[in-house]
């Protein structure tokens, strides 16, 4: 049984992230905007992706390392064929907790069932707004918001609970409808979570004014619906939690930039073609598709995802200064926010 890796802050290693795919339907404006990821952007050939086999071994490697909890994610995960397979072989991993999924939900009506019969424990989806027009503009091909909200009613009635809702709030985009989005939530068991606009990549745009403060957050949904703190549920959680006084559920708000969690992350991202990174705002990474390819065995796999862990030193949010924010940044779409 290989030693459990810690790196220079004490943190173990518990979840890992794994970019099924680098391509996504959806041209969100805090994401993927349509100026860079347009018809001549160079998405990643086949060939270079991943493999299902692949994947499910450096799942195994790492889950000898410490981890419990593999999320699959994208770009949007559902554009991967057969992805229920990969699910099923993740599944059966010894060691693994949760297997969850984060999508945008445009194909999740149709996929939910297969995806929860292959052994898939919960889905996050993202809906940034439930105003059509908003909705339309932050995604950027037009996409209604009901299709998404039957995506989340699928996952529901498939057993993927509780389904987890996230929204990007940036002001003067779509903090108008904080509120809204709270009231529709309450009292349907999914759990709706506001995440500060973050500068992950280089091609959003982002911006210090942009950012809706989670304090904010909260003060606005608490002076309409009273709330009271709960504790987290696990080291390493990175939403802060709140449940409405008169027992309608919960919400949960990721500060990422007013608040830091870097102290207690435990989180590792692999990237669609096998790049591993130990940090969202990540400036490089350690290629594990070369050694998977290369005759690498799985003591060998451990060994340098281990180097790689006991090394780290990523405290980005808690350091994020004028001169950070401009930093080349691997792009959230590229390993899976």
């Known amino acids: 049984m290989p030693v459990e890796p810690i790196d220079t802050m004490g943190r173990p290693i518990r979840d890992l992230r794994i970019s099924v795919t680098d391509r996504c339907n959806f041209r969100c404006t805090y994401c993927m905007p349509k100026e860079i990821f347009n018809r001549e952007y160079r998405f990643l050939e086949r060939d270079l992706l991943l493999t299902f086999e692949e994947i499910e071994r450096v799942a195994g ?21 057969d992805l229920d397979v990969l699910v099923g072989a993740l599944a059966g991993i010894a060691g693994v907790d ?66 987890k809702v996230n929204a990007v709030i940036q002001r003067g985009v779509n903090d108008d409808g ?25 091609t959003n745009g982002w ?38 006084v008169d027992g309608a559920g919960e919400i949960g708000i990721i500060s990422s930039v007013t608040r830091p969690f870097c102290r207690t992350c435990t989180r590792a991202r692999i ?25 690498a065995s799985d003591t060998d796999l451990a060994a340098a995802v281990a180097a790689v862990w006991t090394a780290r030193t990523d405290r980005y949010s808690e350091i994020r200064s004028e001169a950070t924010v401009p930093l080349p940044k691997v792009e959230m779409s590229y390993i899976g926010g």
């Open 98 to 163: 949760d297997l969850t999924l984060t999508t945008n939900g445009s194909l999740l009506a149709r996929r939910a069932a297969a995806l929860a019969a292959a052994g898939l424990k919960r889905v996050t989806v993202s809906l940034d707004s439930l105003d059509d027009a908003v909705f339309a503009a932050m995604n950027d091909v037009g996409f209604p918001v009901q299709q998404v909200l039957d995506g989340i009613e699928a996952a529901s009635a498939a057993g993927l609970t509780p389904v």
């Open 178 to 202: 904080i509120v809204a989005m709270a009231e529709h939530f309450r009292g349907t068991g999914h759990i709706l979570r506001f995440i500060e606009y973050m500068d992950v990549g280089h």
């Open 207 to 244: 911006r210090l004014d942009d950012v809706v403060p989670a304090r904010e957050i909260r003060e606005r949904i608490n002076a309409r619906y009273p709330l009271q703190p709960i504790d987290a549920g696990y080291l390493g959680e990175v939403a802060q939690r709140w449940r409405y």
């Open 271 to 295: 990237s669609a073609e096998g790049m591993l990174y130990t940090c969202l705002f990540a400036t490089a990474g350690t290629d594990l598709r070369v050694l998977l390819r290369g005759g």
């Open 61 to 81: 490697v790492f889950s000898g390392l410490g981890v419990r909890k593999l999320r699959l994610t994208g770009g949007e995960p559902l554009l991967r064929r």
